[in-house]
């Protein structure tokens, strides 16, 4: 299958007794000092799913292209790119999927909107059914 | 040719066919003909199905142990270079070998069910045999048809891939899968029997209830245990330092357990007011299906997920037994429904039936808002055409308020008498633990947690935890007071006198426990990554870490590179972690393994994320992570809470309530019902 | 027995399967991407590997997605460490070769992985007919929402993304979106 070909992680591996190199070119630390600004980056990464993991978010996936996401998410914050501007951009390069939860719009709604309507209508299903049951007659 | 463990296996899968279809053709007809003689015949097949599934099952492990390859499922899996203790319990890691598992785990709670209850007279037990017998006969079909494990392999291989190694790296493998596979598959016992006592016309009694009561809860233990260890699996696996991820397969072992669980409480409510009929047979049987669409969703490939084990088409058949199963159960209840609905009568909106109404109505929201988010990428892809994602942020914000709900109510639910609570009691029940709940907001507040609902959790622990630790001693007291116990005895005695009650309250504390360790956990981690020479050190929550060395070694199965640091406290070293990463020849990317120093209060987890091949620095991920340890604790006090409820007492049961119902009594067992098969 | 309940009840059931029929029909794991048919995303990178003549640039030299308006450019995004990249290798290299006079660039984009990687399995594969770039901070990669590697682009002339092929191109498919492109750019 097409997808389990390009799955990778961020290990690089010679499967010999040399061991693994660490591929990463990048200089920048994986967190740096600005601990405001790696708050921002941290709240929109958590946002934001990793391409190649399961499930996981840019945050906390340790493969190395969520470290390099990062990495971008906080140089646009820095830059002065507001959340949205940053989620708008990973949208337009993967798609709606990027998104960890789906944006509130549209038919997206309705998976926002179920455990709402169940709350309020089962609870009214039930204030109704206690209402009807501690007034009704007992029969013998 | 094959080897005598393929013969044997798929021989025993084989002639196991004709003796289910036997079963199930046998007891409807013996019913209507009055012939309770031929339903021997019918158990019988329950045991012949057991003894073959058991057959099945052992040449499996054998093919396994010996590395019988000419067996398919052994070349799938099997090597021999895997360790004996990975290599059998590779039987339930891949798909073919789980649905083998599946196939014995419920032909044994078959046979169990009708070895101990047939001599129980009417069509209960009949009916619920033949429903087990139906659920095996998928299963069967599915093993000698899509997931057949025994197919010959020829020219037979020299040696396999082994196992996944994700499957190798930790002992829970061993026993998170049998423990959800007791869990799921038995809930296949309380739902044979609701079948069952609609078909044979016992429905309208609350026998059913009864009589399922013990296998109930044992299910659900053992589907709370497996969840906890498929969590504690995956925090010390995975190595990205959560233990839940709202992935999909482990949404689906969730979404039975709610529903079990609200039904553990209405069942009550049935058995002591005659009412909530109609809405326990559809938990009972909406629990059922959801275990079947959480196979499905798995073993589909219709979801992509951790655990998706194939695409092919075996969704197909699943498919067919999803709608059977549906239509089947949708009919049963529906069709049923306007007889068995009860004109029941509550004495007052105050008391604890209404508690658990409400605790229904959020376990079901919680369901249903998990089942939505589930399923929702499926939807939005066949009406919109649009792929898109519904992960943790989504479940996280929209389950929180339903949990503290949840939280709440166990506070209350205990505190609050049946049937009608005076205004005494609700001031001298619902008041008190509130002081309870200042204090731990207290405390949270102190410890740090400036998230609010991390706040609001722990108020609302502090609530119930007062509440429910309240009714034990109240009742210990009043021991006391009235025959001069010691409190050890008081307690020890109080629980046995009403062994469900006070189980469930020891289960609630399970709860509380896991409650708060996720809160600290979630609001409180601190996360720090440093790539370090030997010598070198990192800091971590006000712990220092100093590495010493990066090792290799040579293992039959793989090569493993890891890392020894030190745990400083001062100059003085407290501890040491090797968190490694395992190269597996068969796979491309390594697979990292954790390690972790647990704490009472709290974990130290570390990951080796990259290394130079000289071995001259490390990358290290520390995460501390405060109160996980308590999540494991709340689960195992959970699954005790479940013993204590559920162990069958040798004594006879205090009598429930009167059942106020007015309907008239339901036919005797002998006269069929007019809908029988 | 209420029949009329059980019908409405099975009813209910219709939608439900009918879903999950289709979504057995889809691979959950194949994303669309929605580049194509949008301005291909601009670059500018440092070659590492220079190719051999006659699509060969010098080491260091800087390739500009902005420099090769009015060409189709072949972008594929690949790593010494991707093992589906070696089954394509081979053939891009030739239908690179192929395409070696009309006006074509191939680009070869190293993805989470270092030069000296790249050069040394370039080495071990026998050569690379065109030059490679690399992308330090996989900044392009993401550019191009890349999911794994390999991945190939096609941008035709006026600069959109025509084509986005993920796993091994082969090279049959190849040559046929390069002719079809080639046409609508009425190449000489």
Redesign the interface.
């Known amino acids: 299958m097409v997808g389990r070909a390009i799955l990778a992680l961020s290990f690089v591996v010679a499967t010999s007794a040399a061991g693994a190199q660490v591929p990463s070119n990048d200089s920048t630390p994986r967190i740096t000092t600005d601990a405001a600004l790696e708050a921002r980056t941290s709240a929109v990464a958590a946002q934001l799913r990793c391409p190649v993991c399961q499930g996981l978010s840019i945050q906390d996936s340790p493969s190395e292209l969520a470290q390099s996401m990062r990495s971008l998410v906080r140089d646009q914050l820095a830059a002065g790119k507001t959340p949205e501007q940053v989620k708008a951009y990973f949208v337009s390069k993967y798609g709606e999927w990027i998104l960890l939860s789906p944006p509130p719009r549209g038919f997206n709604l309705f998976a926002y909107l179920v455990p709402v309507l169940v709350v309020l209508g089962g609870g009214a299903l039930i204030v109704f059914a206690v209402r009807r049951w501690t007034t009704a007659p007992s029969a013998s | 040719m094959q080897s005598v463990n393929g013969l044997v296996g798929h021989g025993a899968l084989l002639i196991a066919l004709p003796f289910i279809a036997l079963g199930i053709i046998i007891v409807p007809v013996a019913v209507k003909r009055g012939r309770r003689d031929w339903l021997e015949l019918a158990y019988g097949a329950v045991y012949a199905n057991f003894a073959l599934m058991t057959a099945a099952a052992l040449a499996m492990i054998t093919a396994l142990v010996t590395h019988d390859f000419s067996v398919s499922y052994v070349a799938q899996v099997g090597s021999r270079e895997t360790p004996l203790f990975y290599t059998i319990i590779s039987l339930w890691g891949a798909l073919e070998g789980s649905i083998l598992f599946w196939a014995w785990v419920l032909s044994l709670y078959g046979m169990l069910v009708v070895a101990i209850n047939k001599s129980r007279a009417g069509n209960l037990v009949p009916y619920a045999a033949m429903t087990l017998l139906a659920i095996s006969l998928f299963f069967a079909i599915l093993l000698i048809g899509p997931a057949n494990p025994f197919l010959n392999v020829s020219p037979v291989p020299a040696n396999g891939p082994g196992p996944n190694p994700l499957l190798q790296n930790h002992i829970l493998m061993a026993v998170h899968p049998p423990l959800l596979y007791l869990g799921y598959v038995g809930m296949s016992v309380p739902f044979a029997f609701a079948v069952g006592a609609v078909l044979s016309g016992e429905a309208e009694q609350n026998d059913w209830i009864k009589v399922t009561r013990t296998w109930t809860m044992a299910s659900w233990g053992f589907l709370s245990a497996a969840i906890i260890a498929g969590m504690w699996w995956s925090y010390e696996v995975l190595g990205w330092g959560g233990y839940w991820a709202w992935d999909p397969v482990e949404n689906a072992s969730f979404l039975p357990w709610l529903t079990a669980t609200a039904f553990l409480h209405s069942a009550m409510v049935q058995e002591r007011r005659g009412m909530l009929r109609v809405w326990n047979l559809n938990l009972v049987v909406g629990t059922f299906v959801l275990t079947i669409l959480g196979t499905f969703l798995t073993r589909s490939g219709i979801i992509s997920s951790v655990h998706a084990f194939t695409t092919g088409t075996i969704g197909y058949y699943f498919l067919a037994f999803i709608t059977i199963v549906l239509v089947f159960g949708g009919v049963i209840v529906a069709g049923s429904s306007d007889r068995l609905r009860s004109k029941g009568k509550l004495d007052s909106a105050a008391s604890r039936e209404t508690v658990f109404l409400l605790n229904n109505l959020f376990l079901t929201a919680f369901m249903l808002t998990v089942l939505v988010g589930t399923l929702f990428p499926l939807v939005a892809e066949a009406v919109r055409g649009v792929k898109v994602s519904v992960g943790g942020p989504f479940f996280n914000r929209m389950s929180l308020p339903i949990i503290a709900a949840l939280l709440f109510l166990m506070g209350v639910g205990p505190a609050l008498p049946w049937k009608i609570a005076s205004k005494a009691d609700l001031k001298s029940k619902l008041i008190p633990p509130t002081v309870g709940a200042v204090f731990l907001a207290a405390v949270a507040l102190v410890v740090g947690i400036r998230d609010p609902y991390g706040v609001v959790v722990f108020a609302f622990v502090g609530y119930a935890a007062t509440a429910n630790f309240r009714e034990f001693s109240i009742g210990a007291r009043a021991r006391r007071v009235a025959r001069g116990e010691s409190w050890p005895t008081a307690f020890v005695r109080l629980v046995e006198g009403n062994r469900r009650r006070y189980g469930g309250y020891i289960a609630h504390f399970g709860v509380f426990f896991v409650a708060l360790g996720v809160a600290m956990s979630s609001t409180l981690r601190t996360e720090h990554e440093a790539t370090l020479q030997r010598g070198m050190t990192m800091q971590i929550a006000g712990r220092t870490l100093r590495l010493q060395d990066i090792w290799g070694r040579e293992e039959p199965q793989r090569q493993v590179v890891g890392a020894t640091l030190e745990i400083m406290d001062g100059n003085r070293v407290t501890g040491t972690l090797q968190p490694r990463m395992n190269f597996y020849r068969t796979q491309q990317e390594p697979v990292p393994t954790p390690d972790v120093r647990s704490g009472v209060l709290g974990d130290l987890y570390l990951n080796l994320m990259a290394f130079r091949p000289d071995g001259s620095t490390a990358t290290i991920r520390a995460i501390y992570q405060p109160l996980v340890p308590w999540i494991w604790f709340g689960g195992g006090v959970v699954v005790f809470g479940a013993i204590v409820g559920g162990w069958p007492t040798a004594r006879r049961r205090r009598a429930p309530a009167p059942v106020v119902v007015p309907t008239p009594p339901s036919p005797p067992p002998t006269r069929e019902p007019e809908y029988a098969a | 027995?209420?029949?009329k309940?059980?019908t409405?009840?099975?009813a209910?059931?219709l939608p439900?399967?009918w879903?999950?029929?289709?979504?057995?029909t889809?691979?959950?794991?194949?994303?669309?991407?929605?580049?194509p048919g949008n301005a291909a995303p601009q670059f500018s990178l440092a070659v590492f590997a220079p190719g051999q003549p006659p699509l060969e640039r010098p080491i260091g030299d800087t390739v500009r997605l902005s420099d090769l308006k009015g060409r189709v450019v072949v972008l594929n995004f690949w790593?010494?460490?991707?093992?589906?990249c070696r089954d394509e290798h081979a053939g891009l290299s030739e239908v690179a070769r192929g395409y070696a006079g009309k006006p074509v660039t191939f680009l070869g984009s190293l993805y989470?992985?270092?030069?000296g990687?790249g050069t040394q399995w370039i080495a071990e594969m026998g050569g690379q007919s065109y030059p490679s770039v690399?992308d330090?901070?996989?900044?392009t990669?993401?550019?191009?929402?890349?999911?794994?590697?390999?991945?190939t682009f096609f941008i035709a002339a006026d600069g959109k993304i025509a084509r986005k092929i993920?796993?091994?191109a082969p090279p049959q498919v190849v040559r046929h979106i390069l002719d079809s492109l080639l046409v609508t750019t009425g190449s000489p």
């Open positions: 027995m209420n029949w309940r059980a409405i009840a099975t209910f059931v439900v399967a879903l999950f029929r289709h979504g057995l889809q691979d959950p794991r194949e994303i669309p991407s929605p580049l790593a010494s460490w991707c093992l589906a989470q992985d270092t030069p990687n690399n330090p901070k996989a900044l990669a993401i550019d191009y929402g890349l999911y794994g590697v390999p991945e993920t796993g091994p």
